[in-house]
């Protein structure tokens, strides 16, 4: 399809496991974002992918969480030894190269810690 | 701290009238205001932005207002329709494309608009 494509939609997992989730951004796309809204919550930026550059990782929480992004395309978000606080859907979204900052989301992965 | 506020969490509003979602924030720094649209199971869509440079953006029943001495934006819709029943998430840019850190967000309003 043509717009931003997270794998899996869905998953649950045991604490301590550790879970990776994919992002397919929109094709040309230069600008990559990981989000996550934890329950009552806002959207929360994790970090951020801009062409070439070195990743603005700020948002991330703690050093049990790294992203990267392949070719300057596709990401995966990893955490290691999930904790509950953890369960959240994690949002992943892609900017054009226009001044406007919009960014178009995928539909989001729905991360269950039991 | 939050940068981005949206103090209701909730807004009823009968279908017809208007709707105004209430944003503030107070990074001076934020030059680019967008708002985004949610519905259940979905990602964010976006909706309408403003520049800093600007007080007003109109778009068809949306229209986004700034304040920037009261570090204020609200995001009027008239006539409420019930389709736009969904999450309204204000967010705010330091720069264009979104800035090197990244849009942040306020923590939405849950809109329903009653029949």
């Known amino acids: 399809g043509a717009g931003v494509s997270q794998s899996p939609s869905n998953k649950v997992t045991e604490k301590g496991k550790d879970v990776e989730l994919r992002c397919d951004p929109i094709?040309?796309?230069?600008?990559l974002y990981w989000y996550r809204q934890s329950l009552g919550q806002g959207l929360e930026f994790l970090i951020y992918f801009q062409g070439n550059s070195a990743p603005d990782k700020s948002g991330l929480p703690s050093d049990r969480f790294s992203a990267e992004r392949t070719g300057g395309s596709v990401s995966t978000l990893t955490i290691q030894r999930t904790q509950q606080e953890d369960s959240a859907v994690y949002l992943c979204?892609?900017?054009?190269?226009?001044?406007?900052?919009?960014?178009?989301f995928g539909e989001g992965s729905r991360l269950t810690v039991l | 701290d939050q940068q981005v506020k949206q103090n209701s969490p909730s807004l009823s509003v009968q279908e017809g009238r208007i709707s105004i979602l209430n944003c503030d924030y107070t990074?001076?720094?934020?030059?680019?205001f967008l708002w985004y649209k949610k519905y259940p199971a979905e990602g964010p869509t976006f909706l309408i932005s403003?520049?800093?440079?600007?007080d007003k953006n109109e778009d068809g029943r949306f229209t986004v207002f700034l304040n920037k001495s009261a570090k204020h934006l609200s995001l009027h819709i008239v006539p409420s329709q019930p389709g736009d029943s969904a999450v309204y998430f204000c967010a705010a840019s330091g720069g264009s494309g979104g800035g090197a850190d990244g849009l942040t967000f306020g923590k939405g309003t849950h809109l329903i608009i009653q029949p």
């Open positions: 990074n001076s720094m934020f030059d680019y």
């Open positions: 979204a892609s900017g054009g190269t226009g001044d406007t900052g919009e960014l178009f």
């Open positions: 403003i520049s800093s440079i600007k």
């Open positions: 094709s040309g796309h230069t600008a």
